[in-house]
C-alpha cells in the first residue's frame, strides 16, 4: 500500500496541481485581502457564510477534490497501466485506500491552507479560533468523502469528470441551496453540519441546515459506502479490464 501511496501521490503533485495550489490560494487571499480594504462591519460571518462557506466548501474543496480524485486512478484507466496494477497480488481494498490516501493528501495540501489563512487575514483581530478550527475539520471531512465518490466514478465511467462538474455545479451548489430536503444527501451540508457543531458560532454569524448529530454520522456512513462500493467495482473491473 505504501508503495502505491507515494507512487501516486508523485503523479498526482506535480506541475498541475501546484497550479492548482497556487491559484486557490490566490483566489481565496485576494478575496480576503479585498474584504479587509473595504468597509466591513461582521468579518465573522463573511468569513462563516461567504469566504469558508461559499468559497471553499461550496466551490473550491469539490472542484480540487473532483480534479485529484479523478487522477488517482483515472490515469491507470486511460493509459492502460491499471493492467499491470490489478495483476499485482494484493487485494483491491489495498489499492483503492492507497489511491484514496494520495487524493486526499493532495486536496488537503492545496484547499486547507488557503482556507485557514485566509480566514485568518479576512478576520484579523476579530479571529475566531472555534470557527476557523470547525470549517477546516469540515473541508477535510469534505474533500475525504468528495474524493472518495470521484474515484468511485473513473471506475464506473469514462465521464467521471463531466459527471462530477455536473454533481458539483448542479447538485451540491444549485439544488442544496434550494431545496431543504437535499441535506440528507449532501456532502455540502453534512461538512457544514460539522462545521457548526465545532465552531458552536453565533447563529447570526453561521447556523447549518443540518444539525452535527445528524450530520457526522450521515458523512461517515455515506463515505464508507463510496468506499466500499469503489472497492466492489474494482473488483469487477480486473474481469473487464483483463478478460
Known amino acids: 500500500m505504501t508503495v502505491i501511496f507515494e507512487l501516486t501521490l508523485r503523479q498526482v503533485m506535480g506541475k498541475r496541481a501546484l497550479f492548482v495550489g497556487l491559484g486557490v490560494a490566490a483566489l481565496a487571499l485576494s478575496i480576503a485581502i479585498i474584504y479587509r480594504l473595504s468597509q466591513h462591519t461582521d468579518p465573522g460571518e463573511f468569513t462563516a457564510k461567504l469566504l469558508l462557506n461559499g468559497l471553499f466548501i461550496t466551490t ?71 470557527l476557523v478550527a470547525g470549517f477546516a475539520i469540515a473541508i477535510a471531512a469534505a474533500i475525504g468523502a468528495y474524493v472518495a465518490l470521484f474515484m468511485m466514478l473513473t471506475i464506473l465511467t469514462n465521464k467521471a469528470l463531466l459527471i462530477g462538474l455536473t454533481y458539483v455545479f448542479f447538485w451540491e451548489g444549485l439544488l442544496s441551496s434550494l431545496l431543504k430536503g437535499i441535506k440528507y444527501f449532501s456532502i455540502r451540508q453534512y461538512a457544514l453540519g460539522l462545521a457548526d457543531s465545532i465552531a458552536r458560532a453565533d447563529p447570526s454569524v453561521f447556523k447549518a441546515n443540518l444539525d452535527g448529530g445528524l450530520a457526522i454520522p450521515l458523512l461517515i456512513a455515506v463515505t464508507a459506502a463510496i468506499v466500499v462500493l469503489a472497492v466492489k467495482k474494482l473488483e469487477t473491473f480486473e474481469v473487464r479490464g483483463l478478460g
Open 60 to 130: 473550491l474543496a469539490p472542484l480540487c477534490a473532483l480534479f485529484f480524485g479523478t487522477s488517482v486512478l483515472g490515469s491507470d484507466i486511460e493509459d492502460g497501466t491499471d493492467v499491470f496494477l490489478l495483476t499485482k497480488p494484493m487485494s483491491r481494498s489495498t489499492i483503492v485506500f492507497a489511491k484514496l490516501a494520495a487524493g486526499i493528501v493532495a486536496a488537503l495540501v492545496c484547499v486547507v491552507p488557503a482556507a485557514v489563512v485566509s480566514a485568518i487575514l479576512a478576520m484579523g483581530s476579530d479571529f475566531d479560533a472555534g
